[in-house]
C-alpha cells in the first residue's frame, strides 16, 4: 500500500463509521488506550471503538511509515482530532497486515495522550 493510502486509511479509522472500522480491524487485534480498561484486544478492542463517536475531523504529523517485512506496515504519528468543541492529542502507532491482495486489517494500534510533567517549585 502507497504512504498515500496508508495515511488516508489511518485518517478514516479517527472519522469513518461503525461498520468501516469493524472491516477494518482484525479479529486479533491488541490495543492500547488511555482509558480503562487501557488494554484491549480481539473483539473487545473492536467493540470498545466502535462504540464511541466518530470524529469530525482529524489531522496526523509527525508521520513515520517502516515495512519491516512484505505484508507488514507499521505507522507512527501524532492525531489532532476534533469533535464539535472537543478537541484531542495522541501520539499513536498502528500495524497492519495484509491478509490479501489490497486486503489489510489493523493488528495493532496504541494512543498515548502527550504527558504533562508536574511543575515543582
Request: aromatic share 8%.
Amino acid at each position: 500500500m502507497e504512504d498515500d493510502r496508508v495515511w488516508a486509511f489511518e485518517e478514516s479509522l479517527w472519522t469513518g463509521d461503525a461498520q468501516h472500522y469493524r472491516e477494518s480491524i482484525d479479529e486479533h487485534c491488541l490495543m492500547v488506550v488511555p482509558m480503562p480498561p487501557y488494554v484491549l484486544e480481539g473483539e473487545a478492542a473492536v467493540q470498545a471503538v466502535s462504540d464511541t463517536p466518530r470524529w469530525d475531523r482529524v489531522t496526523l504529523s509527525d508521520r513515520h511509515i517502516v515495512r519491516p517485512q512484505e505484508g507488514l506496515i507499521v505507522v507512527g504519528y501524532t492525531a489532532h482530532a476534533q469533535r464539535g468543541e472537543e478537541g484531542y492529542v495522541a501520539h499513536c502507532t498502528s500495524t497492519y497486515r495484509r491478509l490479501a491482495h489490497d486486503e489489510w486489517r489493523v493488528v495493532q494500534h496504541q494512543q498515548t495522550p502527550p504527558l504533562v510533567a508536574e511543575a515543582r517549585g
